[in-house]
C-alpha cells in the first residue's frame, strides 16, 4: 500500500529535549516536505527536500533540521523544543509538482 | 509569493444539498496547481481534486468538482448531494511547477453536514 509513515503520532516532551520525529515513504517519490498545522494559521512548510541530500527551508524553519540521506526517509529534528513549536506536524511527499501530495497521518506534538 | 485565501471559516449545510467552497489565489507564476484537501476530525489530510493552470476544462472526481475561473483567480470546489460525512475541515492549496516545492494552504472551511 502506497504510503507515508511518521511517527510518533502523539509525543508530549518536556522544553529542551531532543527529539525526532520520523517520516518515511514507499512510493519512491522525490519531493518530501514537512508542514506545521496551527489553528487559523492552516498548514506552513517547515522545510522541504527535492530529493537525497538536497534540502531547503520553507516558511518557518526556525528552530528544525532536516536530513535526507535516503530517498524514502525524510526526519525532522527538534534540537531544543520550545513550547511555541507545539503543533500537528505532517510529513509529506509527491511525486512531481503537478500531482497531489500525500501526507503522513500527522504528529500531534506537545512542548511542556 | 503566493496566497490563498478562503473566506468562508464555517458552512453548515443540509444534507443531499449542493455546496460550494470558496477559494482564491494569488500568484505571479504562468505555470501552477491547484489542489483540494479534505481533513476529518480524526485528523488526516485527504487529497481530493487537482487542477492545473493551463488545463481547459474544470476537474472532476466523483462527487466533486473544481469551478476554476482563472481571470478571477478562484478555484472554487463543488460537493454535489453533501453526505454526513462530507463534515470536515476543507482547505485549497497551491503549488507553483517551477522553484521551491511548497503548498501554499488557505486558513480552511469548516463544513457541518445537518441530517
Known amino acids: 500500500e502506497a504510503q507515508v509513515t511518521q511517527n510518533p503520532r502523539y509525543l508530549i516532551t518536556v522544553t529542551g529535549k531532543k527529539l525526532t520525529v520520523t517520516c518515511s515513504q514507499n512510493?519512491?517519490?522525490?519531493?518530501m516536505s514537512w508542514y506545521r498545522q496551527d489553528p487559523g494559521l492552516g498548514l506552513r512548510q517547515i522545510y522541504y527536500s527535492m530529493n537525497v541530500e538536497v534540502t531547503d527551508k520553507g516558511d518557518v524553519p526556525e528552530g528544525y533540521k532536516v536530513s535526507r540521506k535516503e530517498k524514502r526517509n525524510f526526519p525532522l529534528i527538534l534540537e531544543s523544543p520550545s513550547p511555541n513549536q507545539t503543533s500537528l506536524y505532517f510529513c509529506?511527499?509527491?511525486?512531481?509538482?503537478?500531482?497531489?501530495?500525500?501526507f503522513g497521518q500527522g504528529t500531534r506534538l506537545t512542548v511542556v | 509569493a503566493q496566497k490563498i485565501t478562503q473566506t468562508q471559516p464555517g458552512m453548515f449545510v443540509q444534507e443531499k444539498e449542493a455546496v460550494t467552497l470558496d477559494c482564491t489565489y494569488d500568484t505571479s507564476d504562468p505555470s501552477y496547481g491547484l489542489f483540494w484537501y479534505k481533513q476529518p476530525s480524526s485528523g488526516e489530510m485527504i487529497f481530493l481534486i487537482y487542477?492545473?493552470?493551463?488545463?481547459?476544462q474544470n476537474a472532476t472526481e466523483g462527487r466533486y468538482s473544481l469551478n476554476f475561473q482563472k481571470a478571477r483567480k478562484s478555484a472554487n470546489l463543488v460537493i454535489s448531494a453533501s453526505q454526513l460525512g462530507d463534515s470536515a475541515m476543507y482547505f485549497c492549496a497551491m503549488r507553483v511547477i517551477q522553484g521551491a516545492q511548497k503548498l501554499v494552504f488557505g486558513q480552511g472551511t469548516r463544513l457541518t453536514i445537518n441530517p
Open positions: 509529506a511527499s509527491s511525486l512531481a509538482a503537478n500531482t497531489e501530495a500525500f
Open positions: 487542477q492545473g493552470s493551463y488545463d481547459q
Open positions: 512510493m519512491n517519490h522525490e519531493y
